[in-house]
């Protein structure tokens, strides 16, 4: 704040210099804008009563440039006040939806290690029943052939029975006596 009076005009002609904000308090909105212009007029007009030694016959209107000062110090301070509040209450309900989120994402979790492990249960019994089921069929497989042969056996004693009643054998008759 300074370097304020490198800012003003040459002119003294009563013409009210433009301030503009430095340092740090040159930022983007216009609320430090406009501060940081107050405190840079009011150091100003302390550097010129220092200077010319006599006060400004003004003194009503600067009281109440300094009440609007305060004025304007207490509502950016209400804003900013109202802006942590807000983001507090974000802060709050994002840890909520992270609380929530998480929970859902815990029981999703949980549940898919259930479907793992009855997916690999029913995994092994499957193996177990085809293993069973491979054994009664090579068993039935075997069963079958034994059960034709069988057949074939009976049909052939059969066939010859048959074979037998058809075409006697004739046995010369003796007659001896």
């Known amino acids: 704040l300074s370097n304020s009076e490198d800012k003003v005009d040459g ?11 430095q340092g740090p308090a040159f930022a983007r ?35 109440f440039q300094e009440q609007d000062f305060d004025k304007l110090l207490a509502m ?11 983001m507090i209450s974000m802060t709050h309900r ?44 090579s068993r039935w497989n075997c069963r079958c052939w034994i059960w034709l042969a069988m057949f074939i056996v009976l049909l052939t004693f059969v066939g010859m029975v048959l074979l037998m009643k058809l075409f006697k054998k004739k046995i010369p008759v003796r007659t001896e006596l």
Do not use: C, W, Y
Request: avoid cysteine; aromatic fraction near 0%; hydrophobic fraction near 30%.
């Open 76 to 86: 950016h301070r209400d804003e900013q006040e109202k802006i942590a509040e807000e």
């Open 94 to 137: 994002l840890k909520e939806q992270s609380l929530v989120a998480q929970s859902i994402i815990k029981e999703d979790t949980d549940r898919a290690d259930k479907i793992n492990k009855k997916a690999d249960e029913n995994l092994v019994k499957l193996e177990n029943e085809g293993g069973r089921i491979s054994k009664l069929a």
């Open 29 to 63: 909105d216009t609320m430090s804008k406009q501060i940081a212009q107050k405190a840079a007029e009011r150091a100003h007009q302390n550097q010129r009563e220092q200077l010319f030694g006599k006060r400004n016959p003004d003194t009503v209107t600067q009281d």
């Open 11 to 21: 002119n003294d002609s009563g013409k009210k210099p433009l301030l503009l904000p």
